[in-house]
């Protein structure tokens, strides 16, 4: 497993090679949230700096303009480069990741004896919603990860649903 260095701001510093990031597929979500954050704070830096030329901000104070324009630009210099494909990339990495062990914290609350509708309310959708989603996971489950995946303990939380209120 490789460590990336991380600025205070959870961002990654310039020479960061993004691709051997995504390369990696031992690198930690805390990395990739990384790879985010230093997208963002760049683009942001991009679009304050694009509306200091465009004399939207700082306009009545030329002197303060040309400070804020170099600091912003230095912002952009230290942080490492990140193209939006390769955010999308590492955004698409941590969807797949927690929508991976979303239905295994489901199973858990159930076990728990949590209800469809408090799992649903967690979730921010209905409880037939939340049921139904498990529902499919289970069987996606199967499929990708066919003996690593109790099927009886997962279709056991959805089978007790008589037990709700």
């Known amino acids: 497993m490789t460590f990336y260095e991380l600025t205070i701001h959870e961002t990654l510093p310039a020479g960061t090679d993004i691709a051997d990031i995504l390369a990696d597929p031992t690198t930690t979500n805390r990395t990739l949230f990384a790879v985010l954050t230093t997208y963002r704070h760049t683009r942001i830096n ?27 630009l230095a912002g952009i210099a230290d942080h490492a480069t990140v193209t939006p494909a390769q955010a999308l990339e590492v955004n698409r990495k941590l969807v797949d990741q927690l929508t991976g062990t979303r239905w295994q914290l489901m199973q858990d609350a159930r076990e728990a004896g949590d209800s469809w509708t408090a799992i649903g309310a967690a979730l921010g959708m209905t409880k037939q919603g939340a049921l139904d989603w498990y529902q499919r996971k289970i069987g996606e489950q199967e499929r990708y990860t066919g003996k690593f995946h109790d099927a009886d303990r997962a279709r056991a939380v959805v089978d007790d649903t008589a037990e709700e209120s």
Do not use: C, H
Request: proline content about 4%.
């Open 46 to 72: 991009r679009e304050t700096v694009a509306r200091i030329d465009a004399r939207e901000v700082y306009a009545d104070v030329p002197e303060r303009a040309a400070v804020a324009r170099e600091r912003f």
